[in-house]
């Protein structure tokens, strides 16, 4: 089963809005990572931010995290259509680990 | 192209038929992932390898499912006696060497195998 959980699961918006997925996990941790799907195809690694990290920013991409609510945030400015895909957090399972434990993640769509 | 290969990207196949998915990492990438995704949810860790040792295995790896990666570069996954809950896109990814105690691993993945059950 899937730990950790992404909110919304699906988003639809406009075009040149801005989107904004939301990511809450239940143990401690040293990393969170953002990673991104097209349908069908493989995961994109967007951005890994550190548990003493508070924000992060990679272009368009603004993630935060908040270890004190165990929660983080991926907001992406200026949508464009190109953006449109599944986005997901993951962390590894416990500190020091490498196996990466991903949420269900966020359909995102942008109109036209 | 430099990124993580996989080998076929489709398979369709009959109950209790055996397949064998293949993966090349990058190069210069000692660990070696491989992930199950099914439709609507994220990937689910399988395994992985450090080099040429596989280091962890999840429960969901049964019996029927090997994975191996003989000299350290390749991999390959095969499931024996296929089953109609297999079908899934199976994924690999890949990672450099890390810094000793660091688990910052960003994973490189490919475009995913997906098996057909049927």
């Known amino acids: 089963s899937q730990q950790g959980e992404e909110d919304p699961q699906a988003l639809s918006i406009q075009e040149g809005e801005n989107a904004t997925m939301n990511c809450s996990y239940k143990?401690?941790?040293?990393?969170l990572q953002w990673y991104r799907q097209n349908s069908g195809r493989g995961l994109v690694h967007l951005i890994l931010?550190?548990?003493?990290?508070r924000e992060k920013h990679s272009g368009r991409l603004r993630v935060t995290l908040d270890t004190s609510k165990k929660s983080s945030s991926l907001l992406i400015t200026a949508s464009r259509a190109a953006d449109t895909a599944s986005y997901f957090c993951?962390?590894?399972?416990?500190?020091?680990?490498?196996?990466?434990?991903f949420g269900q993640g966020t359909r995102l769509t942008i109109n036209p | 192209d430099t990124g993580v290969s996989q080998d076929p990207r489709h398979k369709i196949t009959k109950r209790g038929q055996n397949v064998t998915f293949r993966c090349d990492p990058i190069?210069?990438?000692?660990?070696l992932y491989w992930y199950r995704q099914t439709l609507g949810q994220g990937p689910e860790f399988l395994t992985y390898?450090?080099?040429?040792?596989?280091?962890?295995k999840s429960r969901l790896l049964s019996d029927r499912f090997s994975a191996e990666r003989p000299k350290g570069s390749f991999s390959t996954l095969e499931i024996q006696r296929t089953e109609q809950g297999d079908s899934a896109m199976y994924l690999c990814?890949?990672?450099?060497?890390?810094?000793?105690?660091?688990?910052?691993?960003?994973?490189?993945f490919g475009p995913g195998t997906r098996l057909t059950v049927l």
């Open positions: 993951a962390r590894p399972l416990t500190q020091g680990a490498q196996k990466l434990v």
């Open positions: 190069s210069e990438h000692n660990r």
């Open positions: 390898f450090q080099n040429e040792a596989q280091l962890e």
């Open positions: 931010i550190r548990s003493n990290e």
């Open positions: 143990t401690s941790i040293n990393n």
């Open positions: 990814a890949s990672s450099p060497p890390g810094v000793q105690g660091s688990s910052y691993n960003e994973q490189f």
